[in-house]
Every structure is written in C-alpha cells, then in structure tokens.
C-alpha cells in the first residue's frame, strides 16, 4: 500500500505566499492565481482527496450562510466520502487564528467567486467550481482529470521553491493526509480524533488504529527510500530523508522516542479497547510542542 507525502501548513504558506508576489506573474494570470488559492485552501482544509477536490459542481457550495450565533460562514455538502456513504454538509468559516492566515478557504473561495462573478462567468449547477486551467487560462465549465491537475500543481510547488528531493512528487492523497495532520498535530487548535473521523468521511465503525496509520506512518517506499542514491550526480546528503532530521538534537531524539512509543501504545490500546483510543490521544496533544522541533518532517512509525 502506498500514501502521499504530506502537504503542509508551512509548504502552502510558502506556496501561496509565492503566488501573491511578483515571481509568479509571469507563469499565473490573476485569475489563475485565485484559482489555485481557492482549490488548495479547499483541499486542506476539507481533507480532500484530488479527484473529491476536481470533482466538485458547483451546486455543492453555498455561501452567506448565518450560524445559530449569527456568525457567517459557506457550507459545502459532500457525496459518498470514504466509508460514510451520506451526503454531509461541512461548514467553512472565516480563519480567526492570525499564524495560520493561509488556512482560510473562506476567504479564497470568495475571492474566486468574486472574479468569477467579475468577468462574467457563467455556473450553472453542474459546472465545476474549480474549471481546469489550461496554458495559463481558465476554462469555464470544463472538469480537470487528475493527471492534470497532479502536473500542474507539481509545477507550481516546484516554482514555489517546495523542495522534495529526486524524483518525488505530491499524489492524490496529500491534501487529505496533510491537512488532517495538521489538525491532529501541528494547528494551534487542533481536532480530537472522533471529530477528525467525521470530518474525514471515516464511518463510525472505521478503527482508530487505520485512522492513525494513515495519518502517522510513511507508507510509501519509494518516499521514503534511497533507491536514487546511486544516480549520476546524486548527493546523498543533498536530500536526506524526511523520516529522519539531518541535525539531532538530544530534546529532538526523545521526542522522536516518545512518539514512537506513543503511537505503538495507542494502536495497541486501539486493538484491544476501541474508543479509549480518544482519551489517549488527549496525552498525544501534550508533544505537540516536541513535535514542532522537527518542522516537517514525519518520522516512520511501526505498528
């Protein structure tokens, strides 16, 4: 089995704060610009996998909507997610933590629609709301594939100065593991593990110990492996592996300790209890601030 390498909250700061300068004038129009803004934001913040993310009408999206506290918000009602086969309305309100201003679909979605709306483009109810771009032009009512939308988005992470190291690339899982990552982990107010499940489109029934799986351990071997070590021109240590810090600290290797030994001991408390599963994820909070020495990168963790 195999898993996308992870976006990151640092990796779409540096992404789209390359898209808001100069630098990026000459590949992306201004509407492109807002488009890929929109379609990222989205992504992340929605857990979203890049075909769920190309699929979307515009139906699905309604915006100016109130709370019972009259606080405004955009709801988007999603088909079919994972293994909850209902039909789900998630709500998207405006970013209020000021370090994390990138993670605000609300904002980029409305500004999407305002250009949309700007230049006359024409939704009806089962044209993409994110249309495909093609040679830096937007083309209305036309879906991206997902082999598309993988180049061109690869591209631009690229041009955002987003290094990976030989040969890798971001897949269609990296918004969903990434951005529930993030909420599990790193987001300055982060997601109890019943309400990641939901937002995740996991079923009640899912275990935790597959939740936990996907969003902690690098699946991927050829990620995380040194099969382009004896490449031509190959610096080994041009691009160490994320899994491991190039620098180690001694407050760096006990974090890395106590997260393995934390994570063994929930998916060992996931298979005999279930749900207690929740309550020890409390404890998985306490090293977020350990967490954060490593920047991004993720270690490999056994089961």
Known sequence: S?????????YQ???????????SDQFYSRGVKKLLRAMISTAFYLFL????????????YVDGVMDDQGMLHSTWTLPFRKSTKIRTDFRIYAQTISTEKYDDPFKYLTEWLAYAADVEAV???????????????????SYFNPSEFSELFNELTTRSGIILGPDKRFRLHCFRRGGAQHK?????????LDALRWWGGWSSTESYTVIMTYLLNELDSFEDSFAYARKPGYNLDAFPREAVP?????????????LRQL???AAATAERHGQQLVALTETMH??????????????????
């Open 2 to 10: 195999t898993s996308a390498k992870a976006w990151t909250y640092v």
């Open 13 to 23: 700061a540096q992404c789209f704060s390359y898209l808001e300068s100069p630098l």
């Open 49 to 60: 996998r890049i075909e769920e993310l190309l699929a979307r009408p515009r139906s699905e």
């Open 123 to 141: 939704f009806d109810a089962e044209s993409p709301i994110f249309p495909r771009i093609v040679n830096n032009k937007i083309k209305w009512g």
């Open 184 to 192: 599990l982990l790193y987001s300055r107010v982060t997601m109890k």
């Open 246 to 258: 190039s620098k180690d600290t001694d407050i760096q290797q006990e974090s890395l300790i106590l």
């Open 263 to 265: 994570t063994a001991a």
């Open 286 to 303: 306490t090293i977020k601030a350990s967490l954060l020495v490593h920047g991004e990168a993720l270690i490999q963790i056994q089961k």
